[in-house]
Protein backbone atom coordinates (compact mmCIF):
# COMPACT_ATOMS: atom_id res chain seq x y z
CA UNK A 1 0.00 0.00 0.00
CA UNK A 2 0.88 3.84 -0.78
CA UNK A 3 1.13 5.48 2.95
CA UNK A 4 3.10 8.30 1.18
CA UNK A 5 1.37 11.30 2.07
CA UNK A 6 0.66 13.68 0.55
CA UNK A 7 1.48 11.98 -3.04
CA UNK A 8 4.47 14.55 -3.58
CA UNK A 9 6.27 12.86 -1.42
CA UNK A 10 9.50 10.70 -2.63
CA UNK A 11 9.45 7.23 -2.19
CA UNK A 12 12.94 7.62 -0.64
CA UNK A 13 14.76 9.66 0.09
CA UNK A 14 18.71 9.47 1.24
CA UNK A 15 18.60 9.44 5.30
CA UNK A 16 14.83 9.46 5.55
CA UNK A 17 14.67 6.78 7.32
CA UNK A 18 17.04 7.51 9.92
CA UNK A 19 15.05 10.96 10.21
CA UNK A 20 11.83 9.35 10.47
CA UNK A 21 13.55 7.25 13.51
CA UNK A 22 14.53 10.30 15.08
CA UNK A 23 11.23 11.77 15.51
CA UNK A 24 9.48 8.55 16.45
CA UNK A 25 8.73 9.19 20.15
CA UNK A 26 10.58 7.47 22.64
CA UNK A 27 8.34 7.32 25.42
CA UNK A 28 4.80 7.54 26.48
CA UNK A 29 5.08 11.28 27.44
CA UNK A 30 6.68 12.12 24.25
CA UNK A 31 3.75 10.45 21.94
CA UNK A 32 0.92 13.27 21.74
CA UNK A 33 -2.61 12.46 21.73
CA UNK A 34 -4.85 9.45 21.80
CA UNK A 35 -5.36 9.60 25.17
CA UNK A 36 -8.05 6.42 25.94
CA UNK A 37 -6.22 4.67 23.82
CA UNK A 38 -3.00 5.31 25.65
CA UNK A 39 -4.99 4.48 28.57
CA UNK A 40 -6.65 1.61 28.11
CA UNK A 41 -2.80 0.54 27.09
CA UNK A 42 -1.80 1.58 30.48
CA UNK A 43 -4.05 -0.51 32.24
CA UNK A 44 -3.63 -3.46 29.71
CA UNK A 45 0.04 -3.40 30.41
CA UNK A 46 0.58 -3.07 33.98
CA UNK A 47 -2.46 -5.54 34.75
CA UNK A 48 -0.25 -8.21 32.47
CA UNK A 49 2.85 -6.93 34.50
CA UNK A 50 1.06 -7.12 37.66
CA UNK A 51 -0.38 -10.40 37.60
CA UNK A 52 3.19 -11.76 35.45
CA UNK A 53 1.88 -12.59 32.35
CA UNK A 54 2.38 -11.87 28.81
CA UNK A 55 -0.16 -8.89 27.49
CA UNK A 56 -3.04 -10.01 25.41
CA UNK A 57 -2.97 -9.27 21.52
CA UNK A 58 -3.87 -6.31 20.23
CA UNK A 59 -5.43 -4.97 17.03
CA UNK A 60 -4.61 -0.94 16.47
CA UNK A 61 -6.73 0.78 13.05
CA UNK A 62 -7.37 3.84 11.25
CA UNK A 63 -5.43 5.85 8.50
CA UNK A 64 -2.11 5.31 7.64
CA UNK A 65 0.20 7.92 9.46
CA UNK A 66 -1.37 8.18 12.66
CA UNK A 67 1.18 6.65 14.60
CA UNK A 68 0.28 2.72 14.67
CA UNK A 69 3.79 1.17 14.05
CA UNK A 70 5.24 4.06 16.67
CA UNK A 71 2.28 2.56 19.22
CA UNK A 72 4.02 -1.26 18.82
CA UNK A 73 7.45 0.26 19.30
CA UNK A 74 6.50 1.96 22.83
CA UNK A 75 4.28 -1.20 23.89
CA UNK A 76 7.57 -3.35 23.10
CA UNK A 77 9.20 -1.05 25.30
CA UNK A 78 7.21 -1.26 28.13
CA UNK A 79 7.32 -4.93 28.21
CA UNK A 80 10.83 -4.84 27.87
CA UNK A 81 10.67 -7.18 25.17
CA UNK A 82 12.15 -7.03 21.65
CA UNK A 83 9.42 -6.45 18.36
CA UNK A 84 9.97 -8.91 15.41
CA UNK A 85 8.12 -6.69 12.52
CA UNK A 86 6.57 -8.34 9.69
CA UNK A 87 3.78 -7.28 7.02
CA UNK A 88 1.23 -9.13 5.51
CA UNK A 89 1.70 -8.75 2.09
CA UNK A 90 5.36 -9.87 3.05
CA UNK A 91 4.01 -13.13 4.70
CA UNK A 92 3.42 -15.01 1.12
CA UNK A 93 3.38 -18.71 2.83
CA UNK A 94 2.09 -20.87 5.68
CA UNK A 95 5.77 -21.61 6.04
CA UNK A 96 6.55 -17.90 6.29
CA UNK A 97 4.02 -17.52 9.04
CA UNK A 98 4.96 -20.79 10.70
CA UNK A 99 8.82 -20.00 10.56
CA UNK A 100 8.05 -16.60 12.22
CA UNK A 101 5.98 -17.98 14.91
CA UNK A 102 8.27 -20.98 15.59
CA UNK A 103 11.63 -18.64 15.71
CA UNK A 104 9.86 -15.94 18.66
CA UNK A 105 11.67 -15.72 22.03
CA UNK A 106 9.79 -15.98 24.89
CA UNK A 107 7.92 -12.28 25.89
CA UNK A 108 8.64 -10.75 22.13
CA UNK A 109 5.70 -8.62 20.46
CA UNK A 110 5.18 -9.65 16.84
CA UNK A 111 3.98 -6.77 14.90
CA UNK A 112 1.92 -7.66 11.65
CA UNK A 113 1.69 -4.31 9.72
CA UNK A 114 -1.56 -4.13 6.65
CA UNK A 115 -2.24 -7.37 8.38
CA UNK A 116 -5.83 -7.35 5.95
CA UNK A 117 -3.38 -8.72 3.24
CA UNK A 118 -2.67 -11.36 4.94
CA UNK A 119 -3.99 -14.14 2.89
CA UNK A 120 -6.75 -16.26 4.51
CA UNK A 121 -5.36 -19.61 4.28
CA UNK A 122 -2.52 -18.27 6.19
CA UNK A 123 -4.30 -16.47 8.36
CA UNK A 124 -5.81 -19.59 9.60
CA UNK A 125 -2.69 -20.40 11.35
CA UNK A 126 -3.27 -17.72 13.36
CA UNK A 127 -6.19 -18.60 15.73
CA UNK A 128 -4.62 -21.36 17.31
CA UNK A 129 -1.48 -19.43 17.98
CA UNK A 130 -3.50 -16.45 19.28
CA UNK A 131 -5.67 -18.54 21.82
CA UNK A 132 -3.88 -21.32 22.68
CA UNK A 133 -0.66 -20.54 22.09
CA UNK A 134 0.14 -23.45 19.88
CA UNK A 135 0.77 -24.00 16.11
CA UNK A 136 -0.96 -26.74 14.37
CA UNK A 137 1.42 -28.41 11.30
CA UNK A 138 -0.13 -30.67 8.80
CA UNK A 139 2.45 -33.51 7.92
CA UNK A 140 1.89 -36.04 4.82
CA UNK A 141 -1.12 -35.62 2.56
CA UNK A 142 -4.40 -37.40 2.02
CA UNK A 143 -5.49 -40.53 4.32
CA UNK A 144 -2.07 -40.38 5.90
CA UNK A 145 -2.27 -36.80 6.37
CA UNK A 146 -1.94 -35.78 10.68
CA UNK A 147 -1.65 -32.97 12.24
CA UNK A 148 1.38 -32.21 15.04
CA UNK A 149 1.09 -29.65 17.32
CA UNK A 150 3.81 -27.29 18.07
CA UNK A 151 4.21 -25.33 21.23
CA UNK A 152 4.84 -21.21 20.73
CA UNK A 153 6.67 -19.18 23.44
CA UNK A 154 4.30 -16.77 24.98
CA UNK A 155 4.04 -13.54 22.58
CA UNK A 156 2.06 -11.17 21.88
CA UNK A 157 0.78 -9.54 18.45
CA UNK A 158 0.17 -6.20 17.73
CA UNK A 159 -1.13 -5.49 14.24
CA UNK A 160 -2.22 -2.79 12.32
CA UNK A 161 -4.58 -2.12 9.63
CA UNK A 162 -5.98 0.71 7.38
CA UNK A 163 -8.84 -1.65 6.60
CA UNK A 164 -10.51 -3.26 9.50
CA UNK A 165 -13.62 -4.06 7.50
CA UNK A 166 -11.52 -6.56 5.56
CA UNK A 167 -10.33 -8.74 8.50
CA UNK A 168 -12.10 -11.78 8.71
CA UNK A 169 -14.82 -11.80 12.11
CA UNK A 170 -13.00 -15.14 13.34
CA UNK A 171 -9.56 -12.92 12.99
CA UNK A 172 -11.46 -10.31 14.85
CA UNK A 173 -12.36 -11.36 17.61
CA UNK A 174 -8.69 -13.04 18.53
CA UNK A 175 -7.91 -9.68 19.93
CA UNK A 176 -8.37 -9.98 23.37
CA UNK A 177 -6.24 -7.65 24.65
CA UNK A 178 -8.35 -5.08 22.59
CA UNK A 179 -8.91 -3.39 19.24
CA UNK A 180 -8.10 0.63 19.47
CA UNK A 181 -9.31 2.90 16.53
CA UNK A 182 -6.45 5.65 15.73
CA UNK A 183 -8.02 8.89 15.39
CA UNK A 184 -6.98 12.46 13.59
CA UNK A 185 -4.75 14.95 15.49
CA UNK A 186 -6.23 18.46 16.58
CA UNK A 187 -4.15 21.35 15.04
CA UNK A 188 -2.96 21.83 18.85
CA UNK A 189 -1.65 18.40 18.92
CA UNK A 190 -0.01 18.58 15.48
CA UNK A 191 1.35 22.17 16.53
CA UNK A 192 3.11 20.08 19.61
CA UNK A 193 4.30 17.22 17.69
CA UNK A 194 5.98 19.34 14.98
CA UNK A 195 7.64 21.53 18.28
CA UNK A 196 9.25 18.44 19.41
CA UNK A 197 10.54 17.31 16.03
CA UNK A 198 11.57 21.06 15.62
CA UNK A 199 13.93 20.46 18.65
CA UNK A 200 15.23 17.24 17.63
CA UNK A 201 15.84 18.56 13.93
CA UNK A 202 17.42 21.65 15.20
CA UNK A 203 15.07 24.08 13.35
CA UNK A 204 13.95 27.40 14.54
CA UNK A 205 10.44 28.57 14.08
CA UNK A 206 7.72 29.61 16.39
CA UNK A 207 3.71 28.45 17.27
CA UNK A 208 2.33 30.41 14.39
CA UNK A 209 4.64 28.38 11.50
CA UNK A 210 3.99 24.87 13.71
CA UNK A 211 -0.20 25.93 13.57
CA UNK A 212 0.30 26.96 9.78
CA UNK A 213 2.01 23.52 9.08
CA UNK A 214 -0.66 21.75 11.45
CA UNK A 215 -3.70 23.07 9.16
CA UNK A 216 -2.24 21.56 6.03
CA UNK A 217 -1.26 18.27 7.44
CA UNK A 218 -4.20 16.44 7.19
CA UNK A 219 -4.46 16.29 11.29
CA UNK A 220 -1.84 13.76 10.64
CA UNK A 221 1.72 13.60 11.92
CA UNK A 222 3.99 11.56 9.18
CA UNK A 223 2.58 13.83 6.64
CA UNK A 224 3.31 17.33 9.54
CA UNK A 225 6.87 16.15 10.05
CA UNK A 226 7.31 15.64 5.65
CA UNK A 227 5.98 19.09 5.86
CA UNK A 228 8.37 20.59 8.13
CA UNK A 229 11.29 18.88 6.92
CA UNK A 230 10.19 20.18 3.01
CA UNK A 231 9.36 23.78 4.20
CA UNK A 232 12.66 23.91 6.40
CA UNK A 233 14.43 22.90 3.11
CA UNK A 234 12.72 25.74 1.06
CA UNK A 235 13.91 28.23 3.88
CA UNK A 236 17.75 27.13 3.73
CA UNK A 237 17.49 27.05 0.09
CA UNK A 238 16.13 30.08 -0.37
CA UNK A 239 18.21 31.17 2.75
CA UNK A 240 15.21 32.84 4.31
CA UNK A 241 13.81 32.04 8.24
CA UNK A 242 10.89 29.33 8.35
CA UNK A 243 8.04 32.19 8.66
CA UNK A 244 4.74 31.50 7.97
CA UNK A 245 4.74 33.46 4.93
CA UNK A 246 8.02 30.78 3.70
CA UNK A 247 5.92 28.27 4.94
CA UNK A 248 3.18 29.41 2.44
CA UNK A 249 5.45 29.55 -0.24
CA UNK A 250 7.03 26.41 0.06
CA UNK A 251 3.90 24.48 0.45
CA UNK A 252 2.09 26.07 -2.30
CA UNK A 253 4.80 24.91 -4.37
CA UNK A 254 4.16 21.31 -3.14
CA UNK A 255 0.80 21.98 -4.47
CA UNK A 256 -0.56 21.74 -1.32
CA UNK A 257 -3.40 24.07 -0.20
CA UNK A 258 -4.75 25.90 3.01
CA UNK A 259 -6.78 23.20 3.96
CA UNK A 260 -3.72 20.36 3.45
CA UNK A 261 -5.11 18.88 -0.16
CA UNK A 262 -2.77 17.66 -2.38
CA UNK A 263 -3.25 17.54 -6.30
CA UNK A 264 -4.94 13.99 -6.14
CA UNK A 265 -7.50 14.89 -3.50
CA UNK A 266 -8.79 17.96 -5.46
CA UNK A 267 -8.47 15.66 -8.44
CA UNK A 268 -11.17 13.15 -6.92
CA UNK A 269 -13.70 16.28 -6.64
CA UNK A 270 -13.29 17.42 -9.47
CA UNK A 271 -13.47 14.07 -11.07
CA UNK A 272 -16.82 13.18 -9.31
CA UNK A 273 -18.25 16.68 -10.02
CA UNK A 274 -17.02 17.00 -13.78
CA UNK A 275 -17.75 13.35 -14.84
CA UNK A 276 -20.28 12.29 -12.64
CA UNK A 277 -22.52 14.83 -11.99
CA UNK A 278 -21.42 14.94 -8.19
CA UNK A 279 -21.71 11.42 -7.28
CA UNK A 280 -23.43 8.64 -6.23
CA UNK A 281 -20.30 6.97 -8.03
CA UNK A 282 -18.71 4.06 -7.11
CA UNK A 283 -14.58 3.72 -6.00
CA UNK A 284 -13.93 2.14 -9.26
CA UNK A 285 -15.15 3.97 -11.83
CA UNK A 286 -13.47 6.79 -9.81
CA UNK A 287 -10.21 5.12 -9.76
CA UNK A 288 -10.50 4.03 -13.40
CA UNK A 289 -10.70 7.96 -13.86
CA UNK A 290 -8.17 8.86 -12.81
CA UNK A 291 -5.76 6.13 -13.22
CA UNK A 292 -5.35 5.68 -9.07
CA UNK A 293 -5.00 2.50 -7.49
CA UNK A 294 -8.41 1.89 -5.22
CA UNK A 295 -6.84 1.45 -2.51
CA UNK A 296 -4.72 4.42 -2.40
CA UNK A 297 -7.90 6.33 -2.94
CA UNK A 298 -10.01 4.34 -0.28
CA UNK A 299 -6.86 4.06 2.23
CA UNK A 300 -5.30 7.45 1.88
CA UNK A 301 -7.48 10.42 0.14
CA UNK A 302 -11.07 9.48 0.93
CA UNK A 303 -11.01 8.62 4.76
CA UNK A 304 -9.70 12.53 5.64
CA UNK A 305 -12.11 14.26 2.57
CA UNK A 306 -14.93 12.51 4.48
CA UNK A 307 -13.27 14.03 7.77
CA UNK A 308 -13.21 17.28 6.67
CA UNK A 309 -17.21 16.83 4.89
CA UNK A 310 -16.18 17.26 1.74
CA UNK A 311 -17.25 13.66 0.02
CA UNK A 312 -19.51 11.61 1.85
CA UNK A 313 -20.05 7.56 1.26
CA UNK A 314 -23.71 6.05 0.63
CA UNK A 315 -24.85 2.80 -0.20
CA UNK A 316 -24.68 3.69 -3.86
CA UNK A 317 -21.88 5.40 -4.02
CA UNK A 318 -19.45 9.09 -3.41
CA UNK A 319 -21.02 12.12 -3.17
CA UNK A 320 -19.19 15.53 -3.59
CA UNK A 321 -20.94 17.42 -0.01
CA UNK A 322 -21.80 21.49 -1.02
CA UNK A 323 -18.40 22.24 1.30
CA UNK A 324 -16.23 19.96 -1.43
CA UNK A 325 -17.89 22.12 -4.25
CA UNK A 326 -17.18 25.65 -2.65
CA UNK A 327 -13.74 24.19 -1.52
CA UNK A 328 -12.15 24.20 -5.00
CA UNK A 329 -14.03 27.29 -6.43
CA UNK A 330 -17.45 25.70 -7.87
CA UNK A 331 -20.78 26.87 -7.69
CA UNK A 332 -23.30 24.42 -5.45
CA UNK A 333 -25.74 22.97 -7.45
CA UNK A 334 -29.38 22.45 -5.98
CA UNK A 335 -28.70 18.77 -5.82
CA UNK A 336 -25.72 19.11 -3.56
CA UNK A 337 -27.49 21.70 -1.21
CA UNK A 338 -28.97 18.72 0.75
CA UNK A 339 -25.42 17.49 1.24
CA UNK A 340 -24.23 19.36 4.45
CA UNK A 341 -22.53 17.87 6.55
N1 LIG B 1 4.59 10.47 15.60
C1 LIG B 1 3.59 9.68 15.23
N2 LIG B 1 2.59 9.74 16.10
C2 LIG B 1 2.97 10.59 17.08
C3 LIG B 1 2.37 11.07 18.25
N3 LIG B 1 1.16 10.68 18.60
N4 LIG B 1 3.06 11.92 19.00
C4 LIG B 1 4.29 12.31 18.63
N5 LIG B 1 4.90 11.91 17.53
C5 LIG B 1 4.26 11.06 16.75
Not at 96 to 124: K, Q, W, Y
Not at 258 to 279: A, C, P, V, W, Y
Not at 313 to 337: C, L, M, N
Amino acid sequence: MNTNIPNTQPKKETGMRSLDQALRPESWTEYIGQPTIKENLRILLSAAKGRGHQPEHVLLYGPPGLGKTTLAHLITKEIGSSLRATSGPAIERVGDLASILTNLSPGDVLFIDEIHRLNRNIEEILYPALEAGVLDIIIGKGPAARTVQLELPPFTLIAATTRISMLSAPLRSRFSGGTFRLAYYSHEEIAEILRRSARILNIEADQDAFMEIARRSRATPRTANYLLKRARDFADVNQEPLSVKTIKKALALLEIDEIGLNQTDRDILSTIIDKFHGGPVGLKSIAATLSEEEATIEEVHEPYLMQIGLIERTPRGRVVTSQGYTHIGYDVPESAQGKLV
